[in-house]
Antibody, heavy 117, light 109 residues
Framework: QVQLQESGPGLVKPSETLSLTCAVSGGSISRGNWWSWVRQSPGKGLEWIGEIHQSGSTNYNPSLKSRVTILVDKSKNQFSLNLRSVTAADTAVYYC??????????WGQGSLVTVSS | EIVLTQSPGTLSLSPGERATLSCRASQTVSSNFLAWYQQKPGQAPRLLIYGASSRATGIPDRFSGSVSGTDFTLTINRLEPEDFAVYFCQQYGRSTLYTFGQGTKLGIK
C-alpha cells in the first residue's frame, strides 16, 4: 500500500491549464504499477482521466485525450496531470490513484479544482 | 462504450438487514475487470471488490460480489452503521478503458 497526495491550485481561469501533482510515498513509482487520475463532479459522477506507467507509456480517456497530458517524474517519485483549455465543466475533485487487476487500491484524498474567472 | 447502469439509485435499509446492489453492463464485461467501491462524504472511494468477487485487503466478509452474465451484484450482509454510503461499480474495457456506474446511495431507513 502506498500513500498518494495531490497538490496544485484550487482555482483555475477558463481557457487556462489545470495542473496537479501526485506525490507517492511508501513505495517507488518505478515498481511497475499504472498511476491514474480520476475526477468527480456532481454533474458527471466519477470519470477516469488517464494513466501512466513508470516507463512513460500513457492511456487517456478518449473524451479528454485532446486536452490531457500525464507525465511521470521518477526522480521526485511523483506524477502530474495537465488539462488544457478548461471550462466550468472541468470543475471537480481530482484524485490520483493506483492499483492492479484493473482496480484502484490506493487513492489520494482528492483536490478540489474550481474553474472560474 | 460500455455503460454501467446501477440500481436502485437509492436504497433505504436498517442496520442488520441485507443490501443487494446491482450493476448492469451494456455489453459483455469480463469478470476480471469489474470492481466495486464505497464512498463516504468528503472521502475518496474505497475499493471493496475487484475481479467481480475478490475482496480487497481489510474488507469484511459481509461484503461479497457476484456475476451472472452482464449483471454484477454487490451484497452486504448484516448492515453495520458504517456501511451507509454511496457505492459505485467500475469496469475496464479495451476501447474506453475505465468507466463507472452512476452510483447507488445506501441510506438508513
Amino acid at each position: 500500500q502506498v500513500q498518494l497526495q495531490e497538490s496544485g491550485p484550487g482555482l483555475v481561469k477558463p481557457s487556462e491549464t489545470l495542473s496537479l501533482t501526485c506525490a507517492v510515498s511508501g513505495g517507488s513509482i518505478s515498481r511497475g504499477n499504472w498511476w491514474s487520475w480520476v475526477r468527480q463532479s456532481p454533474g458527471k459522477g466519477l470519470e477516469w482521466i488517464g494513466e501512466i506507467h513508470q516507463s512513460g507509456s500513457t492511456n487517456y480517456n478518449p473524451s479528454l485525450k485532446s486536452r490531457v497530458t500525464i507525465l511521470v517524474d521518477k526522480s521526485k517519485n511523483q506524477f502530474s496531470l495537465n488539462l488544457r483549455s478548461v471550462t466550468a465543466a472541468d470543475t471537480a475533485v481530482y484524485y490520483c490513484a493506483t492499483g492492479h487487476s484493473y482496480a484502484w487500491f490506493d487513492w489520494g484524498q482528492g483536490s478540489l479544482v474550481t474553474v472560474s474567472s | 462504450e460500455i455503460v454501467l447502469t446501477q440500481s436502485p439509485g437509492t436504497l433505504s435499509l436498517s442496520p442488520g438487514e441485507r443490501a443487494t446492489l446491482s450493476c448492469r453492463a451494456s455489453q459483455t464485461v469480463s469478470s476480471n475487470f469489474l470492481a466495486w467501491y464505497q464512498q463516504k462524504p468528503g472521502q475518496a472511494p474505497r475499493l471493496l471488490i475487484y475481479g467481480a468477487s475478490s475482496r480487497a485487503t481489510g474488507i469484511p466478509d459481509r461484503f461479497s460480489g457476484s456475476v451472472s452474465g452482464t449483471d454484477f451484484t454487490l451484497t452486504i450482509n448484516r448492515l453495520e452503521p458504517e456501511d451507509f454510503a454511496v457505492y459505485f461499480c467500475q469496469q475496464y474495457g479495451r476501447s474506453t478503458l475505465y468507466t463507472f456506474g452512476q452510483g447507488t446511495k445506501l441510506g438508513i431507513k
